[in-house]
């Protein structure tokens, strides 16, 4: 099985309780901005550029959020999740590459739970949890 790791961003508005949330065309469903981490990329470059692409936002990591795992077994892939609570910095938002990202919205938590089901009994955690993240350079 091939290992990809896959880094997402938590963008949650305090005031008005809401989430970013992209429409991804390519598996015609919805989740937050994120995307594969590529060859020679850190997983905080990788979130970063990420939501980026996808929402024209930039953002900056204030933590993790949560980590899931799972085995895709027709792709033949082990894919871990690592979810990164974020804060934009900077940007508007906007759909960059609509062959990828047809629609951009801040949505409650119950309607990600929603519209993503594999979050539910887990994303009011990843809203208050925090994690260390360092990356320790080469070595």
Same mark, same amino acid.
């Given at each position: ?7 997402y ?15 991804? %065309? ?16 850190t ?41 990164f ?9 906007h759909? %960059? ?43």
């Open positions: 099985m091939k290992n990809v790791k896959v880094a961003s938590l963008i949650y508005n305090e005031d008005d309780r809401k989430i970013l949330v992209v429409y991804n %065309q390519d598996s015609n469903r919805w989740s937050l901005p994120g995307g594969a981490v590529e060859q020679g990329e997983l905080e470059q990788a979130v970063i550029r990420e939501t980026y692409e996808e929402t024209g936002l930039t953002v900056a990591i204030e933590h993790i959020a949560g980590i899931r795992e799972c085995f895709f077994e027709k792709q033949q892939e082990h894919v871990l999740f690592i979810i609570r974020t804060e934009i910095t900077g940007g508007t938002i759909i %960059q590459y609509p062959d990828e990202i047809s629609e951009i919205c801040w949505v409650s938590p119950d309607e990600v739970v929603s519209l993503m089901p594999y979050y539910e009994g887990q994303l009011e955690a990843m809203l208050h949890a925090s994690s260390v993240y360092t990356f320790e350079g080469n070595r």
